[in-house]
């Protein structure tokens, strides 16, 4: 997809805001017809740019109280070695990111738990037993002073 013009930046950007705005809401909000606006809104689902809609839910009300920053430093970078790690890292629904990174880590993850005991249970069942890892340095979070997955959408370049 071309990069957004400034009504589908504002559409992005609303919907991210709110998953859930009506369409005729969002078009009124942007002075919209509402064809106009379904349109748009179809193309930016299409073009991959909206990947999809959920609920933000709160981890501490779930239980989780838990929240660590796993660096994992590997020996081994084979292609095998590595497709086995994604695929572990993939279904653990514990880790709720993971990236490899430059640096003296390999990957960062980003992994919640209930608390202390099941983080280290989790420590010992899964991230020892991952194929090629060296080290395992993990961060527990002390406060969390800001959450979000919304993307600055307005300073995205525009056509």
């Given amino acids: 997809m071309d990069p957004l013009d400034k009504v589908d930046a504002a559409i992005a950007d609303r919907l991210q805001q709110d998953g859930r705005l009506s369409n005729a809401k969002l078009s009124e909000q942007l002075a919209l ?91 010992d069942r899964v991230l020892r037993k991952l194929p090629g890892v060296a080290s395992i340095r993990s961060n527990l979070s002390l406060r969390e002073m800001k959450e979000t997955n919304r993307l600055p959408v307005q300073q995205a370049p525009y056509r």
């Fill in 33 to 123: 017809s509402e064809a106009s606006c379904w349109r748009r809104q179809k193309r930016l689902e299409e073009s991959g740019v909206i990947k999809g809609y959920q609920a933000v839910l709160d981890r501490r009300k779930l239980g989780f109280g838990v929240m660590a920053f796993v660096q994992i430093v590997c020996t081994q970078h084979g292609e095998e070695v590595t497709a086995a790690f994604e695929a572990i890292i993939q279904s653990c629904p514990s880790v709720l990111s993971c990236h490899n990174t430059t640096g003296e880590a390999d990957f960062l993850l980003v992994v919640v738990a209930r608390d202390l005991d099941d983080y280290s249970g989790f420590v």
